[in-house]
């Protein structure tokens, strides 16, 4: 589980097929101290939960490396990743670590495009739309005020737009987000990972299953 306040926006250092093709190898370069990060550990990787499975020391930091999955390939927009970009990282939750975002699993519900962009002095708004089956994943858990995981940053949605084809929802980032984060380069038209509220799902889940079972 993460909290959805990442630590860094770290290098992409390359992005390729393995050897036998069957899956994908993620190496990121951070800054971060990673002296208790071990292989193993779980790390969001732009909202995708992965695993640490080789780690070393360079001259500017650590060298991580990520194997990544067919279903992960489907469903992310690391389909769309290469060498040069940028993640979010962050560290998997200990017990008693403090909830700072929400609750975020690191299993992205569907990706969506990036509808709007509006700059202001010191803010950025973004507008996200959801259409066809994506917005059949996560429209159903978004509420005005509630919080989405957007490439893994925990997000309040401040407004909601709904009509017969979409679902367009707004976000607000504050210029320590845009600092920490790469959302202050992202463009109409750029796909971004999307994670609804876990309790949300939950809570949707058991009144469907009460609703099919109990009518």
Known sequence: ???GIVQESAEVQSFEKSPSGDFYVLYVSTTLDTSLWTLGDSISNNGVCLTIVEKSETDSGTRLRFDVGPETMKVTN??????????????????????GGHLVSGHIDATAKV??????EDILTLGIRLDGAQR???APYLVKKGSVAMNGVSLTINELEEDHESTTFFVTLIPHTLEITHFGKLNVGDVVNIEADIMAKQAARYAA???EHHA
């Open 1 to 3: 589980m993460f909290t």
């Open 78 to 99: 690391f389909q769309n990743l290469k060498t040069g970009d940028h993640v979010h990282l962050e560290a998997a939750l200990k017990m008693g670590d403090p909830l």
């Open 115 to 120: 509808n709007s962009v509006e700059a202001s």
């Open 136 to 138: 059949n994943l996560v």
């Open 209 to 211: 299953y009460w609703k």
